[in-house]
């Protein structure tokens, strides 16, 4: 599937948008986000506090017990500041 | 049904002209209220500001917003204009337009529109100073998010 990261989640870890591969095991967006955050340092930087994360599964807003089995794209990012 | 126009750009917008495209050839329309959002220059100290925006979920979120303005209110026209990129101060930033018979259903439908699109909307705000240095991005305000709840515990 392909992660896409916006605002500091992206500066964080350094990309816009790449493709990853979790393991089965990996079912939630919770899952997903303690998955990346151990991918290095700046993916943990991103999620430190995965009270600050908010992520869209296709571009729809999804919380952490969504099921991620059939995503294309997972994105996340901070609470929003538009308007 | 009504249908909304939803636009995500990078140009600006003439607030006056898309109020105009609400209410022309129509003799139905009692009450239009337009609410501007324009970039402040913080007490002189910001240069500009850079919204970044989730192409795509962008127009899907506000279009799903304001299908749901026009869901609890009998609206005659809505339009939403949200802009990305760099905004300098006193640009506008975003634009919601409603035209309805009254205007309370226009007054309620554009402050809910807005409550919702600083909430839902994927739309991130970061600072340039005007001393060159990076002032961050904008963290969000629990006062937004409390303005977007009270619409999901009192509808009307």
Request: net charge negative; charged share 30%; aromatic share 8%.
């Amino acid at each position: 599937m392909k992660a896409v990261y916006f605002a500091w989640v992206r500066e964080r870890i350094g990309r816009a948008e790449e493709e990853i591969s979790p393991p089965r095991e990996v079912e939630t967006v919770r899952q997903l986000v303690d998955w990346l955050a151990a991918r290095g340092e700046g993916y943990a930087a991103a999620f430190a506090n995965p009270k600050t994360i908010r992520a869209a599964i296709d571009k729809t807003h999804a919380g952490p017990d969504a099921p991620i089995a059939s995503a294309r794209e997972v994105a996340f990012f901070p609470p929003m500041t538009g308007g | 049904m009504t249908s909304p126009t939803v636009r995500v750009q990078a140009e600006g917008f003439d607030p006056a002209k898309e109020e105009a495209l609400l209410t022309q050839g129509r003799r139905d329309v009692g009450a239009v209220v337009a609410f501007t959002g324009l970039c402040r220059d913080e007490d002189g100290s910001l240069v500009a500001l850079e919204l970044e925006h989730y192409p795509g979920m962008a127009e899907d979120e506000i279009s799903r917003v304001a299908q749901e303005a026009l869901s609890r209110w009998p609206l005659i026209g809505l339009t939403v204009i949200h802009r990305h990129g760099l905004i300098r101060p006193g640009e506008p930033i975003v634009l919601v337009v409603t035209a309805a018979r009254h205007r309370g259903e226009a007054f309620a439908a554009a402050e809910f529109m807005m409550d919702y699109l600083k909430t839902r909307a994927p739309f991130w705000k970061k600072e340039r100073r005007i001393d060159g240095s990076d002032g961050g991005w904008v963290a969000a305000k629990k006062e937004d998010d409390a303005a977007a709840a009270r619409w999901s515990s009192d509808p009307e």
